[in-house]
Structures are given as structure tokens and as C-alpha cells.
């Protein structure tokens, strides 16, 4: 597997900020009600985010431009 940088700065900065926002919300939301597993899994999600936004590296980007470029290959067989 082959792991380089795929999303760019802007795209990056937009992740890390709406990660951080999501999980102080999370965070919050769980200090006041600390049974609610949704605010954990938005936490969960938010910290990926922001893991994202570090490292400029999105695996779902990453296989969506593997599955189109599957489908050019395929389609230039035909």
C-alpha cells in the first residue's frame, strides 16, 4: 500500500478545522450526558479527521480514484 499525500492544503486546513470544532461539540455534549454513545462515535469521527487533516491523507479519496481509474482501464479495454 502505497500512502502519499492526496487531498491538498486548503482541503487539509477545512478538515483539521471542522474536526476540532466537531469534537469540542462531541467532547462537551459527553461531559453533560457521558451514556450517549452517538457523541463518542462523532468523536471517534472527528479525531479521524483531524488525523486526516495532518497527515493530508484521505483513504476514501484514495480508493474513489482507484475505482475510477479501474474503470478507465476498463473501459479502454472495450
Do not use: H
Request: aromatic fraction near 6%; hydrophobic fraction near 40%; charge should be positive.
Amino acid at each position: 500500500m502505497n500512502v502519499k499525500a492526496n487531498i491538498g492544503i486548503v482541503n487539509a486546513l477545512v478538515r483539521i478545522t471542522c474536526g476540532f470544532t466537531m469534537l469540542a461539540w462531541s467532547t462537551a455534549k459527553l461531559s453533560k450526558k457521558p451514556n450517549r454513545s452517538r457523541y463518542l462515535m462523532v468523536a471517534m469521527m472527528s479525531a479521524m479527521k483531524i488525523g486526516e487533516g495532518i497527515t493530508r491523507y484521505c483513504p476514501v479519496t484514495d480508493l474513489l480514484q482507484q475505482s475510477l481509474e479501474m474503470n478507465k482501464q476498463n473501459q479502454q479495454e472495450n
